[in-house]
């Protein structure tokens, strides 16, 4: 299925990265991946679709109808931005021709999570941010420890992953980007467990005096605001 990637407005501290993927499965592994890490995916539909603004496209090489190649060459000519091929194929020879087509970095799968968001974070340069300032509220990547005027308290892992998301998307972000935020590979995320999480997060808030509401927003997720002056 394809995206109007219109519908995908770049953040204001957050890549947008767009992925070429024909296997939904991979698709979804890494696209829950990216944007539980603060990126912002938009699907490329084989090829179909890439144009619009984005910081760094991943690329299949293998794909129905189309050449990982040729769209590699496409997007090279049309956006200035780093490419990246994620691919199945080992060979040198198709290592060689992906770079001669314009990539920045080859990948070969199976991947490791952490090796494909380290050479994406080097190839963005967007170095790890120690803190994240918001209404009135200062996050404190490192130590996992929310700040207001009231105090300080260091969160559950769960409870940083929520206010990390919320704080730099600045706006409405959905349930879906929100479960994922708190999946870990393993165990399934459901509704229920989002809304603990959201009522504990709550509670910290406003333990340290944040002076701001996390707020449901019917049939979309929820949004953080600044208290009422």
Do not use: Q
């Not at 199945?88 to 970095?105: M, N, P, R, Y």
């Not at 998301?165 to 409405?172: A, D, Q, T, V, Y």
């Amino acid at each position: 299925m394809c995206y109007d990637m219109t519908k995908y407005p770049k953040g204001e501290d957050m890549s947008v990265i767009l992925l070429i993927e024909d296997d939904d499965a991979v698709y979804g592994e890494i696209e829950r991946l990216l944007t539980s890490h603060g990126y912002d995916v938009v699907n490329g539909c084989c090829g179909d679709n890439i144009s619009g603004a984005y910081d760094l496209a991943l690329l299949d090489i293998g794909l129905p109808g189309a050449s990982g190649y040729d769209i590699c060459e496409t997007v090279r000519r049309t956006h200035d931005c780093p490419i990246v091929f994620l691919t199945a194929l080992e060979s040198s020879e198709s290592e060689l021709k992906g770079f001669a087509s314009g990539a920045d970095d080859y990948i070969r799968k199976p991947f490791d999570p952490g090796v494909l968001l380290a050479r994406i974070a080097r190839l963005l340069r967007v170095p790890e941010k120690s803190s994240v300032t918001c209404l009135g509220i200062t996050l404190d990547v490192t130590r996992m420890e929310a700040s207001a005027a009231g105090g300080s308290t260091v969160l559950s892992r769960s409870e940083f992953l929520l206010l990390r998301r919320l704080m730099e998307k600045r706006g409405i972000v959905t349930r879906r980007e929100l479960t994922e935020c708190l999946w870990d590979g393993e165990e399934y995320v459901g509704e229920n467990t989002l809304r603990v999480e959201i009522y504990r997060l709550r509670g910290r808030l406003a333990a340290i005096g944040a002076g701001v509401s996390l707020e449901a927003v019917r049939g979309e997720g929820y949004v953080l605001k600044g208290g009422e002056k």
